[in-house]
């Protein structure tokens, strides 16, 4: 074996380069940089659908990431999707009637919360509730309405 | 034969009593009374496989006895605690028939090693007790070597250094003389001995290299099938009844141990081949 | 084939003994942990055997595995247009699966059958023995350091692996295919989870550091002390721990990804 100070040494290189790596895999190749761990506020909203939201999708305020979703429940009395949404604090000035819609990244992609401000003096404060809100689009809906007023069109001449 | 005969308690170090004990269906040891005296070289001796490393590992608490006593300076060794049985083998040494240095250490960090285990000694004085236990051994010059490096004989004084380190008050060998050439047999013949008297050890030797051991030895025990076959002094052995002992101390090949193993008639045996 | 059964049951009933036995000492092991505290020295020279003299094979490997998976996704993903994922493609496979599982395996072939084949040889050598007769815990002082080497070094390697994995796939793809650099990153960053992706490999990688070490140091500690022994023990270690490994991967995946 070398002498002791050698090994010590290399044993030293050896752990920060596996802590290096950790960290490169943690800043470099995941989202971590692209989500601050800072302190953040919920909001609420209300949907009649939310297609393929999920816990951790995005909300982003144009195009501009702000938040994450944290929670998804069913309120059986209303039949309505109730989403939390967890957005950070230093993004705390959105008018109180903002509209929250869930869009979906590219043809395929991944389904987001987006939110529209809109023009009122108040502004939406931690646990507020956003009342204005447009549900995701399910493909197969758009696809039979879309038959179905091919066909009516039809039938009218 | 009958049990050695009892000798006053403070002279008897160990003192095994009807101890038994087998390995599977295979009884290795079956009702054995031994006594060893303080201060003296005890040998026991007996053919290969007869368990007398089995009998050490006893003494030393590393196997427990099916049945039977075994007692070392007083203390009952198959009933102590881990702590206390660590406490007893800190006064014992022992040394294996590999010599069983560590084989990543140098020759000085193997001698250092128990000291560096149990004590909290400044590394000056480990060094100067290691060099001192070289030194008695005579392998001072060789403390930088790794085990690797050592011829068989030189490991054995080494581990025999290492067994010395922490001032035991008895040391066991185990086959300490297998394997050697002469000159390095003559010289742990010789250490074992001089270690003895010179550091007041109790010494127990176990081997079947009759002349070196019965040459240094105080007393002797001869074991053979699970029992005591034979004890006394060198002297007394040499001239005993037994046919036994005496063509095992003489190294005859023939007597009550037969040179052939158990077969059938020589003749018959050879003619079934052409039946 | 009443012997045949009776056989079938003697072998089974060893194989738990056997099983006994490595928990039994497994929980020594652990129990000898907090005295390396007091002699971190001990431990130092183990992670050198363990984990640094293991870091080559890791890094080379990482990096040819890393590039591979850049040539295989680019050539898939080129045909739909799509080779602008292949950085998500490389991370997800790397950082998920393979990074963890591939240095499982070549940490016990190459860490793994050292341990075995060296413990097996101090127990050969009497080396154990000496030892607990100088009233020194073979388990405390050879095995548990041992133990600790393995079960820390494994993440590390296994990160090393992943990262390294990672820029191989980066050099391929956009160092040699022409793959747009930013898209190579982004979409990395875009699809691989901090929590869901990452963690969970670190969390594989420390289940398989602990089951590949803890077989290691028991094979070796149970071996027959003859050079057939060892041997054997040697390539048991490697053959149970590569079968512990994909076998524990398929529950530590279905668990973690099974949602």
């Known amino acids: ?157 | 034969m009958d049990a050695a005969q009892p000798q006053n308690d403070s002279d008897t170090l160990v003192r095994i009593r009807d101890l038994h004990f087998s390995r599977g269906a295979r009884a290795i040891f079956d009702g054995v009374d031994l006594d060893i005296a303080r201060g003296k070289v005890t040998a026991i001796m007996g053919p290969s496989g007869t368990g007398k490393t089995t009998l050490l590992r006893l003494i030393g608490g590393q196997l427990d006895p099916d049945r039977g006593s075994v007692q070392v300076d007083g203390e009952e060794v198959p009933a102590l605690s881990r702590t206390g049985l660590y406490a007893l083998r800190k006064r014992m040494g022992m040394l294996f028939q590999s010599g069983a240095l560590l084989t990543d250490l140098t020759v000085f960090d193997n001698v250092a090693f128990p000291l560096r285990e149990h004590t909290d000694l400044p590394e000056s004085m480990i060094r100067d007790l290691v060099l001192m236990k070289l030194q008695a051994v005579g392998l001072r010059g060789a403390r930088d070597l790794m085990p690797s490096e050592l011829s068989g004989g030189m490991a054995r004084r080494i581990a025999l250094a290492r067994a010395i380190a922490l001032d035991p008050m008895m040391i066991m060998y185990d086959e300490p003389f297998t394997g050697q050439d002469p000159i390095s047999k003559g010289a742990l013949v010789q250490l074992i001995r001089l270690l003895n008297d010179a550091l007041e050890l109790t010494s127990i030797i176990v081997s079947h290299d009759v002349n070196e051991t019965a040459s240094i030895s105080d007393y002797v025990y001869v074991i053979s099938q699970g029992e005591v076959v034979g004890h006394g002094t060198p002297e007394d052995l040499a001239k005993t009844d037994s046919e036994w002992v005496r063509q095992f101390m003489q190294g005859l090949p023939d007597g009550p141990v037969p040179f052939h193993y158990p077969a059938p008639d020589y003749a018959k045996d050879l003619l079934n081949d052409a039946v | 084939m009443l012997e045949w059964i009776r056989q079938l049951g003697r072998s089974g009933i060893s194989q738990f003994e056997t099983l006994g036995r490595a928990n039994l000492f497994l929980l020594k092991t652990l129990v000898g942990l907090p005295g390396l505290l007091r002699r971190p020295g001990l431990l130092v020279a183990q992670l050198w055997s363990v984990g640094v003299l293991s870091l080559l094979i890791i890094v080379v490997s990482g990096l040819f595995v890393g590039m591979v998976l850049g040539l295989q996704g680019y050539n898939t993903l080129v045909d739909f247009g799509a080779e602008e994922s292949l950085g998500v493609a490389v991370a997800l496979s790397i950082v998920r699966e393979l990074g963890p599982v591939v240095t499982a395996l070549l940490f016990a072939g190459r860490a793994g059958s050292a341990l075995a084949a060296e413990i097996g040889l101090m127990k050969a050598t009497e080396q154990l023995s000496g030892m607990e007769m100088m009233a020194v815990d073979p388990i405390h002082r050879v095995i548990a350091p041992r133990f600790l080497a393995g079960f820390i070094s494994m993440p590390l390697l296994a990160a090393i692996f992943s990262a390294v994995g990672v820029y191989g796939g980066y050099f391929v793809g956009v160092g040699l295919l022409g793959v747009d650099d930013g898209a190579y990153w982004s979409q990395m960053q875009d699809k691989v989870d901090l929590f869901d992706d990452i963690l969970n490999g670190v969390i594989k990688s420390l289940v398989f550091g602990w089951v590949v070490t803890w077989i290691a140091v028991f094979e070796g500690y149970d071996a027959v002390p003859t050079s057939e022994g060892v041997s054997r023990a040697t390539t048991r270690t490697v053959v149970y721990a590569a079968l512990a490994v994909l076998g524990l991967d398929f529950v530590l995946t279905a668990l973690m990804f099974g949602d």
């Open chain 1, 1 to 157: 074996m070398k002498s002791n100070k050698t090994t010590e040494l290399m044993v030293g290189m050896f752990i920060a380069a596996g802590a290096a790596a950790l960290f490169v895999l943690a800043m470099r190749v995941s989202n971590l940089s692209s989500f601050s761990a800072g302190d953040t506020y919920h909001l609420t909203a209300r949907f009649e659908n939310i297609g393929g939201l999920k816990v951790r999708s995005a909300v982003t305020v144009g195009g501009v990431n702000v938040g994450r979703v944290t929670k998804i429940d069913y309120d059986s009395e209303r039949f309505q999707a109730v989403v939390t949404l967890d957005v950070e604090n230093r993004y705390n000035r959105f008018p109180e009637d903002t509209a929250a819609a869930i869009y979906t990244a590219g043809l395929l992609g991944e389904q987001y919360v987006a939110l529209e401000p809109g023009g009122s003096e108040e502004v939406l404060k931690d646990g507020s509730q956003i009342e204005l809100t447009q549900s995701a689009l399910v493909l197969e809906k758009l696809v039979s309405k879309f038959l179905f007023e091919k066909a009516a069109e039809g039938e009218k001449k």
